[in-house]
C-alpha cells in the first residue's frame, strides 16, 4: 500500500489544490492532505476552519484523509507510513522553493520522496494568496474555490 502526504497551508483551499489530490490519488492508494501549523504565518483561517473546509470539499476520494501537524514534514511522514511528499509546481517560481525543500527533506530522511505534480494550465496562476486578497475586495472567486470555500470567504470578508 503506497500512501503519501500532501502538506501546505491550505489557507483556504483552491481548485488548483484539489488538482493536485486528483492526480495524486489516481497515482497512489492512499493520500494523507495535512494541514501544516505554521505559527510564522499569519492565517485567515484557523486549522480548525480549513481542516472542515478540506474535509467537506474531499469527501468525494474514497482514499483520501485530511490531517494537520506542526513540525517537520519529513518526521509527519514517516509517522504515518508515508513513502512520499506530495508538492505542486506551477511555475517557475515555485521550482526553487520547492527544489530547496525536496533536498533538504532527502537530506532529512533519504527513505522519503518528494514527488512534484502539475496541475492543469488552467491552475497555474492560482494561489491562496491571490484568492483571500481577491475576496477581501469582495471579488467573484466562484471560478476558483469550491463553493463551501465561496461562502467562509463571504463570511470572513463580510459580502453576499
Ligand atoms: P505552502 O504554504 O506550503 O506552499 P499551499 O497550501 O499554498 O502551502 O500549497 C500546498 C502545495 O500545493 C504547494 O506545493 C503548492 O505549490 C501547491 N499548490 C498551491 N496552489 C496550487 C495550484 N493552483 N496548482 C498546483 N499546485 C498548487
Same mark, same amino acid.
Given at each position: 500500500?503506497?500512501?503519501?502526504?500532501?502538506?501546505?497551508?491550505?489557507?483556504?483551499?483552491?481548485?488548483?489544490?484539489?488538482?493536485?489530490?486528483?492526480?495524486?490519488?489516481?497515482?497512489?492508494?492512499?493520500?494523507?492532505?495535512?494541514?501544516?501549523?505554521?505559527?510564522?504565518?499569519?492565517?485567515?483561517?484557523?486549522?480548525?476552519?480549513?481542516?472542515?473546509?478540506?474535509?467537506?470539499?474531499?469527501?468525494?476520494?474514497?482514499?483520501?484523509?485530511?490531517?494537520?501537524?506542526?513540525?517537520?514534514?519529513?518526521?509527519?511522514?514517516?509517522?504515518?507510513?508515508?513513502?512520499? &511528499? #506530495? =508538492?505542486? *509546481?506551477?511555475?517557475?517560481?515555485?521550482?526553487?522553493? $520547492? !527544489?530547496?525543500?525536496?533536498?533538504?527533506?532527502? +537530506? /532529512?530522511?533519504?527513505?522519503?520522496?518528494?514527488?512534484?505534480?502539475?496541475?492543469?494550465?488552467?491552475?497555474?496562476?492560482?494561489?491562496?494568496? &491571490? #484568492? =483571500?486578497? *481577491?475576496?477581501?475586495?469582495?471579488?467573484?472567486?466562484? $471560478? !476558483?474555490?469550491?463553493?463551501?470555500?465561496?461562502? +467562509? /470567504?463571504?463570511?470572513?470578508?463580510?459580502?453576499?
Amino acid at each position: 500500500m503506497k500512501k503519501v502526504i500532501y502538506p501546505g497551508t491550505f489557507d483556504p483551499v483552491t481548485n488548483g489544490h484539489i488538482d493536485i489530490v486528483q492526480r495524486a490519488s489516481d497515482l497512489f492508494d492512499q493520500i494523507i492532505v495535512t494541514v501544516a501549523k505554521n505559527p510564522t504565518k499569519t492565517a485567515l483561517f484557523s486549522v480548525e476552519e480549513r481542516l472542515e473546509m478540506l474535509k467537506e470539499v474531499l469527501k468525494d476520494f474514497q482514499n483520501v484523509l485530511v490531517d494537520s501537524f506542526d513540525g517537520l514534514v519529513v518526521e509527519h511522514a514517516k509517522q504515518v507510513g508515508a513513502v512520499g &511528499i #506530495i =508538492r505542486g *509546481l506551477r511555475a517557475v517560481s515555485d521550482f526553487e522553493y $520547492e !527544489f530547496q525543500m525536496a533536498l533538504m527533506n532527502r +537530506k /532529512l530522511d533519504s527513505e522519503i520522496a518528494t514527488i512534484l505534480l502539475m496541475p492543469h494550465a488552467r491552475y497555474t496562476y492560482l494561489n491562496s494568496t &491571490i #484568492i =483571500r486578497n *481577491l475576496a477581501q475586495f469582495h471579488g467573484n472567486v466562484s $471560478e !476558483f474555490v469550491p463553493p463551501i470555500v465561496e461562502k +467562509k /470567504l463571504k463570511e470572513k470578508f463580510g459580502y453576499k
